[in-house]
């Protein structure tokens, strides 16, 4: 008989996000506050998806709709856990008591991982955003060794408000929280990122007998490295940085991990071949894809939804969101592009120019002052300074249609919905409301009137009155 291979585990993750928050001052809960266009809880379960969780448990504070959505919208098959009262970070993870006892047979007998072992688990915690998947992969990795418990811990010099991660020798005995610490524990300066990883052959014992006889009456997480040694299994410990590790509890560090994840941002668009002029002026979306040679001028946001393909140009002060720029497209500098704004290839818009669910063909330009808005402008055309697509009529929104190679006159204003015909001419200061077919000339404004000498004339008579005024007694 051949030996069946071993069942390789799968992951499940729990994320703490349970508390108000209190210190961000917020109506707002504190996981749902965003960082580089995307919630603190949206960036943790993004990293729990990137290391492979195969079931996702996230604990949060009963009756929270707005966070329920976050979970709904970001990671659709997690399961929601309430954690009524909050007794300490060991309480929230057996809010999710349900998932852990559910094993790799969760989805019926398959007959995979069905013989007892429990999943690999690793719990995360909603207000420590900076983490990433790759991290929490290794977090993971000492228990494929046979670590029951693994802490994630950091060195630093200012160890205050955390918990000192306790060792003997190389070995792991103990996390003591500040408040529990000794005078010597606190001298300790390895410190508990609060993150951990758990064999799930052991979590739930390990939980279930966690106390909380301790300065704060809460049942700590970190009590289970204590317990896993006292029943001589094994406890691995796997570095991170103090930067990466860092949470969020005020408005302050809510800055920090933004400065945090923006950096990162940038780093990772200059490696990818985008130039940016005064990076540390150019601000980014967790999505923000900058293709290669594409060249950013200081001062430019780019809010969510933006792809900008190769060798297009983000001149300075531009705001896009839900943008897609295609090769070689340039826009700015002042621009607001928004609302599904597309430029085709080697189109441009200049200085105040706003698009909103408008699309540029291969070329067009509009170069100036102009507002397009629920518009389809063809290959080649030239929109002229001032140009108004006036899209709404106060109840709802019209489209306007340009066809490829038409010329729109400056200062004109194009009342939706309406179409300009391929290669057609629109005088300068025209107000169009009927459509203009392809290759004619529509003018829609008054004819000029020109008399000659009558200025000086004006002004003659004028002056003529002013003087018999003051000569009347
Ligand atoms: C925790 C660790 C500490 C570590 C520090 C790192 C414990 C007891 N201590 O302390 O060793 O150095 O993180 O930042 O774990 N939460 C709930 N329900 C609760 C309690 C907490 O959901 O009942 C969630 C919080 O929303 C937060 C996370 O768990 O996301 C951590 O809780 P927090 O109170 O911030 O723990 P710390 O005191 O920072
Ligand atoms: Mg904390």
Request: aromatic share 4%.
């Given at each position: 008989m051949?030996t069946?291979?071993?069942?390789?585990?799968?992951?499940?993750?729990?994320?703490l996000?349970?508390g108000?928050?209190?210190?961000?001052?917020s109506?707002?809960?504190?996981?749902?506050?965003?960082l580089?266009?995307?919630?603190?809880?949206?960036?943790v379960?993004?990293?729990?998806?990137?290391?492979?969780a195969?079931?996702?448990a996230?604990?949060?504070e009963?009756?929270r709709?707005d966070v329920?959505?976050?979970?709904?919208?970001l990671?659709?098959?997690?399961?929601?856990?309430?954690q009524?009262?909050?007794?300490?970070?060991?309480h929230?993870?057996?809010a999710?008591?349900a998932?852990?006892?559910?094993?790799?047979?969760g989805?019926?007998?398959?007959g995979?991982g069905d013989?007892?072992?429990?999943?690999?688990?690793i719990?995360?915690?909603?207000?420590?955003?900076?983490?990433t998947?790759?991290?929490l992969?290794?977090?993971r990795?000492?228990?494929?060794?046979?670590?029951a418990?693994v802490?994630?811990?950091f060195?630093t010099?200012?160890?205050?408000g955390?918990?000192?991660?306790?060792?003997?020798?190389?070995?792991?005995?103990?996390?003591?929280e500040?408040?529990?610490?000794?005078?010597a524990?606190?001298?300790?300066?390895l410190?508990?990122a609060?993150?951990?990883?758990l064999?799930?052959?052991?979590?739930?014992a390990?939980?279930e007998?966690?106390?909380?006889d301790?300065a704060?009456?809460?049942?700590y997480?970190?009590?289970?490295?204590?317990?896993?040694v006292?029943?001589g299994?094994?406890?691995?410990?796997?570095?991170?940085?103090?930067?990466?590790?860092q949470?969020?509890?005020d408005?302050?560090?809510?800055?920090?991990?933004?400065?945090a994840i923006?950096?990162?941002?940038?780093?990772?668009?200059?490696?990818?071949?985008?130039?940016?002029?005064?990076p540390e002026?150019?601000?980014?979306?967790?999505?923000?894809?900058?293709?290669?040679?594409?060249l950013v001028?200081?001062?430019?946001?780019?809010?969510?939804g933006?792809?900008?393909?190769?060798?297009?140009?983000?001149h300075?002060?531009?705001?896009l969101?839900?943008?897609?720029?295609?090769a070689g497209?340039?826009?700015g500098?002042?621009?607001?592009l928004?609302?599904?704004a597309v430029l085709?290839?080697g189109?441009?818009?200049?200085?105040?120019?706003?698009l909103?669910?408008?699309?540029?063909?291969?070329?067009?330009k509009?170069?100036?002052?102009?507002?397009l808005?629920?518009?389809?402008?063809?290959?080649?055309?030239?929109?002229?300074?001032?140009?108004?697509t006036c899209?709404y009529?106060?109840?709802?929104?019209?489209?306007?249609?340009?066809?490829?190679?038409?010329?729109?006159?400056?200062n004109?204003?194009?009342?939706?919905?309406?179409?300009?015909?391929?290669?057609?001419?629109v005088?300068?200061?025209s107000?169009?409301?009927?459509?203009?077919?392809?290759?004619?000339l529509?003018?829609?404004?008054?004819?000029?009137?020109?008399?000659?000498?009558?200025?000086?004339?004006?002004?003659?008579?004028?002056q003529?009155?002013k003087?018999a005024?003051?000569?009347?007694?």
């Amino acid at each position: 008989m051949t030996t069946p291979a071993p069942a390789r585990r799968s992951l499940t993750a729990i994320v703490l996000a349970a508390g108000k928050g209190t210190r961000m001052r917020s109506d707002l809960p504190k996981v749902l506050h965003r960082l580089a266009g995307r919630s603190m809880l949206g960036h943790v379960l993004a990293a729990v998806q990137a290391a492979g969780a195969a079931r996702i448990a996230v604990v949060a504070e009963p009756g929270r709709d707005d966070v329920a959505r976050e979970i709904a919208a970001l990671a659709p098959g997690a399961a929601i856990y309430p954690q009524v009262e909050r007794l300490g970070t060991a309480h929230a993870v057996l809010a999710a008591r349900a998932i852990l006892s559910q094993g790799d047979d969760g989805e019926g007998d398959d007959g995979e991982g069905d013989d007892g072992e429990g999943d690999d688990v690793i719990v995360a915690f909603g207000d420590t955003p900076l983490i990433t998947g790759e991290t929490l992969s290794r977090l993971r990795a000492p228990l494929a060794e046979g670590a029951a418990v693994v802490v994630l811990a950091f060195e630093t010099e200012a160890p205050a408000g955390y918990g000192r991660v306790l060792t003997e020798g190389a070995r792991v005995v103990a996390i003591r929280e500040e408040k529990d610490a000794s005078e010597a524990e606190r001298a300790v300066r390895l410190c508990n990122a609060g993150l951990m990883a758990l064999s799930g052959d052991h979590a739930l014992a390990l939980l279930e007998r966690i106390g909380n006889d301790n300065a704060a009456g809460e049942y700590y997480l970190p009590d289970a490295v204590a317990l896993a040694v006292g029943d001589g299994l094994s406890v691995a410990v796997v570095p991170v940085t103090e930067a990466e590790a860092q949470g969020v509890n005020d408005r302050v560090q809510l800055g920090v991990a933004e400065a945090a994840i923006q950096a990162r941002l940038r780093r990772s668009a200059q490696l990818g071949g985008a130039t940016l002029v005064a990076p540390e002026t150019v601000f980014l979306s967790h999505d923000t894809i900058l293709g290669r040679d594409v060249l950013v001028e200081p001062n430019v946001v780019f809010d969510t939804g933006v792809r900008v393909d190769d060798g297009c140009v983000v001149h300075a002060f531009s705001h896009l969101k839900d943008v897609r720029l295609e090769a070689g497209a340039s826009v700015g500098p002042f621009a607001r592009l928004r609302g599904g704004a597309v430029l085709e290839a080697g189109a441009s818009i200049g200085n105040f120019v706003e698009l909103k669910n408008a699309r540029l063909g291969p070329g067009a330009k509009a170069a100036h002052l102009t507002y397009l808005g629920d518009a389809e402008v063809g290959a080649r055309a030239n929109v002229g300074a001032g140009t108004i697509t006036c899209n709404y009529d106060g109840v709802s929104k019209h489209r306007t249609t340009i066809g490829a190679g038409a010329f729109i006159g400056s200062n004109s204003a194009l009342v939706a919905p309406v179409a300009i015909g391929e290669g057609a001419f629109v005088a300068s200061g025209s107000v169009i409301t009927d459509d203009v077919p392809d290759g004619a000339l529509a003018v829609a404004r008054g004819r000029q009137a020109t008399k000659p000498g009558w200025a000086e004339w004006k002004r003659a008579a004028l002056q003529a009155e002013k003087v018999a005024r003051a000569g009347k007694p």
